[in-house]
T-cell receptor
Framework: QKEVEQNSGPLSVPEGAIASLNCTYSDRGSQSFFWYRQYSGKSPELIMFIYSNGDKEDGRFTAQLNKASQYVYLLIRDSQPSDSATYLCAGAKNSGGYQKVTFGTGTKLQVIP | EAQVTQNPRYLITVTGKKLTVTCSQNMNHEYMSWYRQDPGLGLRQIYYSMNVEVTDKGDVPEGYKVSRKEKRNFPLILESPSPNQTSLYFC??????????????FGSGTRLTVV
């Protein structure tokens, strides 16, 4: 079982809709979670991080963490064509004094104009 | 501008010819890491460094070497490249991951092809 799992997609949503991306993790030792956006041929760019149960909002983005169920969500409101990218979920856990970060394989999002 | 700088951006080389990919950050970050990204496999960690002279293996270290003699630099060395090391490589750095911290800042990537 992979430590961080994501549906590869593609997830297609119409412009203006809410895009919901999810991620599950297997290691309960994971403490912090990150969502990165990666455009084709570009490097990953940090969108949000979350470490407490519940929701965290930043503009059109909301991250949700449920440690009991071991899932992390990213909601994108009012989706725009410029949001079309691959979204990477990552979890960090303490490993011998180092915060080891493990990435999922990413979900490709397509926002249809 | 705060950034992680990788060079070169593109590299085509032949099997067995030693090469170095450089990485430098100007944010005084303690953590640095190298990842490779392959279709369907995502980002996999090669090596990481917690500080100067402190490095350790990640998930796929075979065939790679690193060094951290200065805080800002973290070069990736392929002593004898093979075709299965053809990949997209990213260097990344971070100040901390405690309670989320800043997360990694990534370099622009190096696309390596070994023929």
């Amino acid at each position: 079982q992979k430590e961080v799992e994501q549906n590869s997609g593609p997830l297609s949503v119409p412009e203006g809709a809410i895009a919901s991306l999810n991620c599950t993790y297997s290691d309960r030792g994971s403490q912090s979670f990150f969502w990165y956006r990666q455009y084709s041929g570009k490097s990953p760019e940090l969108i949000m991080f979350i470490y407490s149960n519940g929701d965290k909002e930043d503009g059109r983005f909301t991250a949700q963490l449920n440690k009991a169920s071991q899932y992390v969500y990213l909601l994108i409101r009012d989706s725009q064509p410029s949001d079309s990218a691959t979204y990477l979920c990552a979890g960090a856990k303490n490993s011998g004094g180092y915060q080891k970060v493990t990435f999922g394989t990413g979900t490709k999002l397509q926002v249809i104009p | 501008e705060a950034q992680v700088t990788q060079n070169p951006r593109y590299l085509i080389t032949v099997t067995g010819k030693k090469l170095t990919v450089t990485c430098s950050q100007n944010m005084n970050h303690e953590y640095m890491s190298w990842y490779r990204q392959d279709p369907g496999l995502g980002l996999r960690q090669i090596y990481y460094s917690m500080n100067v002279e402190v490095t350790d293996k990640g998930d796929v270290p075979e065939g790679y070497k690193v060094s951290r003699k200065e805080k800002r630099n973290f070069p990736l060395i392929l002593e004898s490249p093979s075709p299965n090391q053809t990949s997209l490589y990213f260097c990344a750095s971070s100040f901390t991951f405690v309670r989320g911290g800043e997360g990694y800042t990534f370099g622009s990537g190096t696309r390596l092809t070994v023929v």
